[in-house]
């Protein structure tokens, strides 16, 4: 498994398969100036339990040209209600307001260095790195939440100031990978941080 991108670095290309039943690319949101792009999946109690604030953040910032892009790196082979079907199903039942894309090779969350469910990625216009890390402090139980490093970086870059804390460590699941590739380790259930 690759690193976790370092701040500055460029967003990785790639060309996944939405819930939609199109392909997207970087240059599909070349429209936006703000890309969050942050690692996700359908069963992870700390996506589940944080889901809401994720999309109070990507509405109250879709005005300001922030998209959100959510993409499922996990294994179904390791839980199969994270395939693609059950993708569909969700954003079908919860309309979340961002494109939410299948890794199946799993080649891009190792090109990001993703390492958890949730695990975000904000890029500027350029698509250089200007955080990585959680969403917040507490997201397996919303009503514990105390910061929202999220919203503070995308404040910080919107407002022209470098972001407070560019790197926090992001609190969830950690990536289930398919068993094929030679840094994959079995992991119990659902992993805490």
Not at 58 to 76: H, L, M, P, R, T
Not at 158 to 171: E, K
Request: aromatic content about 12%.
């Amino acid at each position: 498994m690759a690193y976790t991108l370092q701040i500055g670095a460029t967003a990785p290309d790639f060309n996944l398969k939405a819930t939609d039943g199109k392909f997207y690319g970087l240059h599909d949101f070349d429209e936006y100036p703000v890309l969050v792009i942050f690692f996700t999946c359908n069963h992870c109690p700390y996506v589940i339990g944080s889901d809401e604030v994720t999309r109070a953040t990507a509405d109250q910032y879709a005005s300001k040209g922030v998209k959100f892009v959510g993409i499922n790196s996990n294994s179904e082979n390791t839980y199969a209600e994270d395939g693609f079907d059950y993708m569909v199903r969700r954003m079908e039942q919860y309309h979340f307001p961002w494109v939410y894309l299948r890794d199946d090779t799993q080649k891009v969350v190792r090109k990001y260095g993703g390492l958890k469910t949730p695990h975000f990625f904000i890029f500027d216009k350029n698509r250089k790195l200007v955080y990585t890390g959680r969403g917040v402090d507490s997201p397996r139980d919303a009503s514990r939440i105390k910061v929202n490093d999220l919203e503070n970086a995308l404040e910080d870059h919107l407002a022209g100031r470098p972001v407070r804390v560019p790197v926090t460590n992001p609190i969830g699941c950690t990536i289930k990978w398919d068993g094929k590739d030679p840094h994959w380790m079995p992991s119990e259930a659902c992993d805490l941080i």
